[in-house]
């Protein structure tokens, strides 16, 4: 695809149910990044991916989260039990280099979450 | 660690005129590289401009440009000549070897 994917683009879920977010790169980007946005808040730091491997997984808030890269292209956050402060957008970005290199982030359009 | 710091969560300028958004880091690497991103309405995130810290000479991407001073860890800014256009949530973020780091961002109204 031209852009990063992600989907869905809207959920809304139950508390206490476990909800599974997905974003496809783009082509060919080894790095892959996940973020979380709070209403009108910035961007925190979730996971980073180089290939399938994940060298920094400090920001994931609970164990409830958890994430994972196949064949270094697709990945999936998955979030167990939901609880309302899960709700936020949830943006994906993929890049062509490690972060070290310092090439451009490319961003989906994010999956709005809301726990009900 | 990585941190970055964006004190001004809001503001405005007129149409045409020149803003200033300020923004600080910290970090403990050696190599890294400072962007702002650009937030619209719609959501998705577009670079703006981005600096490698080796480099002293300030990036410019037509009306857009930095102010890099290292040794403060201080990343400005500026757009000249704002237009309607450029109404969004605007990040700074920080690359070192391991992750894109963000600051909270600024909310930027232009007035017609």
């Known amino acids: 695809g031209a852009g990063v994917s992600q989907s869905p683009s809207n959920k809304v879920t139950e508390k206490g149910k476990d909800v599974e977010l997905r974003c496809d790169p783009i082509?060919?980007?080894?790095?892959l990044y996940w973020y979380r946005q709070s209403l009108g808040q910035g961007l925190e730091f979730l996971i980073y991916?180089?290939?399938?491997?994940?060298?920094?997984k400090s920001g994931l808030p609970s164990d409830r989260f958890s994430a994972e890269r196949t064949g270094g292209s697709v990945s999936t956050l998955t979030i167990q039990r939901t609880q309302q402060e899960d709700s936020a957008v949830y943006l994906c970005?993929?890049?062509?280099?490690?972060?070290?290199?310092?090439?451009?982030?490319?961003f989906g359009q994010g999956t709005r979450l809301t726990v009900v | 660690a990585q941190t970055v710091t964006q004190s001004q969560p809001e503001m405005s300028v007129q149409e045409a005129e020149t803003v200033t958004l300020s923004c600080t880091y910290d970090?403990?690497?050696?190599?890294?590289?400072l962007f702002w991103y650009k937030q619209p309405p719609s959501r998705q995130m577009i670079l703006v401009i981005r600096?490698?810290?080796?480099?002293?000479q300030n990036a410019t991407e037509n009306r857009f440009s930095v102010n890099f001073q290292k040794a403060a860890k201080s990343f400005s800014l500026k757009i000249s000549d704002s237009q309607l256009g450029d109404a969004a949530m605007y990040f700074c973020?920080?690359?070192?070897?391991?992750?894109?780091?963000f600051g909270q961002g600024t909310r930027l109204t232009i007035n017609p």
């Open positions: 970005a993929s890049s062509l280099g490690s972060p070290g290199q310092g090439t451009e982030a490319f």
């Open positions: 082509s060919g980007h080894t790095a």
């Open positions: 991916f180089q290939g399938n491997s994940a060298p920094d």
């Open positions: 970090t403990s690497e050696s190599d890294y590289y």
């Open positions: 600096q490698e810290a080796y480099k002293q």
């Open positions: 973020a920080s690359q070192g070897a391991q992750k894109l780091v």
